[in-house]
């Protein structure tokens, strides 16, 4: 082969290889801090502001209505939060649940209280939130009897 030719395969295996490592570089980046989300991507991913109101209920369905929400195993076992205003589930500071957990995402899941009772919401997790063993894909109404996993935490919902 000629000096040339190989000379422009060592420049085109050097400018893959710096590809690799900036994209690699950028999907740790993207996982430790999370990507800025514009406002309208905020309103289409259904995201409650701090000021919007909570759904009202009857006063029968209210006193039906689970108070706290329970961490039953894993590393924060026998933390308790009360519900109420929607409890924000992940790795980031500003969570209301933080869970220091490998399969945890920064932004993982949400509780929320809609019109049926409370509901979890998964956040696009990479490893996924789960209602009684069972893979959840959209907002999922949860209550008592249901148990939920979020990487290796469980959670119940207690009156």
């Avoid at 929607?86 to 869970?99: E, F, S």
């Avoid at 809609?114 to 789960?130: I, K, M, W």
Wanted: charged share 20%; aromatic share 6%; glycine share 10%.
């Amino acid at each position: 082969m000629s000096e040339l030719v190989v000379l422009g395969l060592k420049l085109g295996f050097l400018a893959a290889l710096w590809l690799f490592i900036l994209f690699t570089g950028n999907v740790i980046r993207t996982d430790l801090f999370g990507r800025k989300l514009s406002a309208a991507e905020l309103a289409a991913a259904g995201a409650l502001a701090a000021g919007d109101p909570v759904p009202k209920l009857s006063k029968r369905a209210e006193r039906k209505l689970p108070r706290t929400l329970k961490v039953t195993h894993g590393p924060q076992s026998g933390v308790t939060l009360p519900l109420g205003q929607p409890i924000l589930i992940g790795r980031a500071t500003d969570c209301q649940l933080l869970l220091d957990d490998d399969y945890v995402s920064t932004r993982h899941a949400r509780i929320t209280l809609g019109p049926a009772g409370y509901q979890l919401e998964d956040l696009g997790s990479t490893n996924g939130s789960f209602v009684n063993n069972q893979r959840i894909a959209t907002p999922t109404a949860i209550g008592p009897a249901d148990t939920l996993r979020i990487g290796r935490t469980l959670m119940v919902l207690e009156k």
